[in-house]
C-alpha cells in the first residue's frame, strides 16, 4: 500500500508569502504529525492531528497552522515567511494517537527554501 | 522540558568498524524509544524499546535500552558506506499526547 505522500516536494517562497504544505497519510491512518527539520534545530514537531481535531502543538509560533480533512489527508501552512522557515518539513502518520507499539511512518518530506 | 540528545553529533569512519551511537532522554511519562534511519529523505523506522536491559537485533544493527540511567545506544557492527545516514533517536510520551520528541541525531559517514 502507498506509503505517506507529501506535496510539493521542493518550493521556493520568498519572505513574507505564505505556503502550503500537503500530506496524506498512508491508508487507513488517522493520525497526522508534522516536523520542521534543520541542521541545528534536528527534528522539531510542530503539530499532530486526529479525527479533523488538532492533539498536540509543538512551540512553534502561530504563523505555523495546520489542518486535517475528514479523508485525514492534512495541510500545514505557513504564513508570513521568514528566512529561518527553510527547511525540511515531514509529515508522519499513524494508526492513532493511543495505541501503544504505534509505529510512525514519514513521508519523503517537503523541502522549502526562503529567500 | 522534555529533552532527547545524541551523541556525538557526527563522526566518520571506515568500512568495517563498528560504531555506537548514544542516546539519553528526559521525557515525562516515558513510554518508549525509538531509532530512525534517515538518508536522503524520510526517516525509516529501526526499534522501539520498551524494556530496560533487553536487546533488539536487525542484522549488524542491535539497540539496547536502560530505563534506570535513561539512555540508549545503537550498535552497527561490520560498518558499510550504505549505514551511512543519519541516525534519529525518539522518545515517546506514554501520557495523553503520546508524542514523540526527536534528538537532533547523530551524521554518520563511512568511508570506503
Known amino acids: 500500500k502507498a506509503g505517506v505522500t507529501q506535496t510539493p516536494r521542493y518550493l521556493i517562497k520568498t519572505r513574507g508569502q505564505q505556503v502550503t504544505l500537503s500530506c496524506s497519510p498512508i491508508?487507513?491512518?488517522?493520525?497526522v504529525s508534522w516536523y520542521q527539520q534543520t541542521p541545528g534545530q534536528g527534528l522539531q514537531f510542530l503539530f499532530e492531528?486526529?479525527?479533523?481535531?488538532?492533539?498536540n502543538k509543538g512551540n512553534f509560533p502561530g504563523r505555523f497552522s495546520g489542518r486535517q480533512f475528514s479523508n485525514s489527508r492534512s495541510e500545514m501552512n505557513v504564513s508570513t515567511l521568514e528566512l529561518g522557515d527553510s527547511a525540511l518539513y515531514l509529515c508522519?502518520?499513524?494508526?492513532?494517537?493511543?495505541?501503544?507499539?504505534?509505529?510512525?511512518?514519514f513521508g519523503e518530506g517537503s523541502w522549502l527554501t526562503v529567500v | 522540558e522534555d529533552k532527547v540528545v545524541q551523541s556525538p553529533l557526527s563522526l566518520v569512519v571506515h568500512e568495517g568498524d563498528t560504531v555506537t551511537l548514544n542516546c539519553s532522554y528526559e521525557?515525562?511519562?516515558?513510554?518508549?524509544l525509538l531509532w530512525y534511519k534517515q538518508e536522503k529523505k524520510a526517516p525509516t523506522f529501526l526499534f522501539m524499546l520498551?524494556?530496560?536491559?533487553i536487546e533488539k537485533k536487525s542484522g549488524r544493527l542491535s539497540s539496547i535500552l536502560d530505563k534506570k540511567e535513561l539512555f540508549s545506544i545503537l550498535n552497527i557492527t561490520a560498518t558499510q558506506t550504505g549505514d551511512s545516514a543519519i541516525y534519529l533517536c525518539?522518545?515517546?510520551?506514554?501520557?495523553?499526547?503520546?508524542?514523540?520528541?526527536f534528538g537532533t541525531g547523530t551524521l554518520l559517514a563511512v568511508q570506503p
Open positions: 508522519a502518520s499513524r494508526l492513532n494517537p493511543g495505541a501503544q507499539g504505534n509505529t510512525i511512518y
Open positions: 491508508s487507513g491512518h488517522r493520525s
Open positions: 492531528y486526529f479525527s479533523e481535531t488538532q492533539r
Open positions: 521525557v515525562t511519562n516515558f513510554r518508549s
Open positions: 520498551t524494556s530496560s536491559g
Open positions: 525518539a522518545g515517546k510520551d506514554g501520557g495523553a499526547t503520546n508524542k514523540l520528541i
